[in-house]
């Protein structure tokens, strides 16, 4: 069994003061609708674990019935860090999960086709992540003001989400960072805590997410074109 857990608790702090930039209505329903709809329409996926700030609860059960979700779900409530969302969506598979498919609840345009390679690299390797080569020209900065070096981009990729993992090899890598009380915002960082290879799968489609009020008309564009 392969489950979707996406992740919905942010609290979405670079929005504005007081809003929960999941629910902002774009291209005719709410962010999170748009996400929830990509898995729930993947063929690959067979349940989906909704991560969610406490209090939420009956606002996602109401997205289920108005737009007719047909894959089963639960919920769990969302952690205090990322990492910590991800462990009680891990905590909520239902017995027998195989592979869990860690999406972001803000991340509303991945294509079907990226969600089912991602979900077969991991049933290979143990760990797989959606991610683009880095096209700009990258420096780095010591002091956040000048240039300190040049970094070479072809070894460079901007890492996305899903990330895919069978699901010991993430409770596993997980349990590693927080037995030795990391913080991370990157599912797969965990994996290098215990040697996991990640097998990166290429995304040539936009894949963007949700972080500023002025990505909210790039998202509808995309959105609209599809």
Not at 165 to 173: G, L, N, Q, S, T
Not at 194 to 211: D, H, M, R, Y
């Amino acid at each position: 069994m392969v489950c979707a857990i996406i992740v919905a608790a942010g609290q979405g702090t670079r929005m504005g003061p007081g809003m929960d930039k999941l629910f902002l209505e774009v291209a005719g329903r709410p962010l999170v609708a748009h996400t929830w709809q990509r898995f729930d329409s993947a063929a690959c996926i067979d349940e989906i674990v909704l991560v969610v700030r406490d209090g939420l609860q009956s606002a996602f059960q109401e997205l289920a019935a108005t737009y007719r979700f047909q894959k089963p779900f639960r919920m769990a409530k969302g952690g205090k860090e990322r990492q910590d969302s991800v462990w009680n969506g891990l905590e909520t598979l239902s017995a027998g999960t195989e592979l869990a498919a860690i999406h972001d609840g803000a991340r509303q345009c991945t294509p079907d086709s990226l969600i089912t390679a991602t979900v077969q690299s991991a049933r290979q390797t143990g760990a797989a992540v959606a991610a683009q080569r880095v096209t700009d020209t990258i420096k780095e900065s010591d002091n956040g003001a000048f240039v300190s070096r040049h970094l070479d981009r072809s070894r460079l990729w901007a890492v996305q989400t899903p990330q895919c993992f069978r699901v010991e090899v993430i409770r596993k890598a997980l349990s590693a960072a927080r037995k030795n009380g990391l913080v991370l915002t990157d599912d797969t960082a965990a994996c290098e805590l215990i040697g996991q290879p990640v097998k990166l799968v290429e995304s040539f489609a936009p894949n963007p997410k949700i972080t500023v009020p002025a990505d909210l008309a790039y998202m509808e564009t995309l959105l609209k074109g599809h």
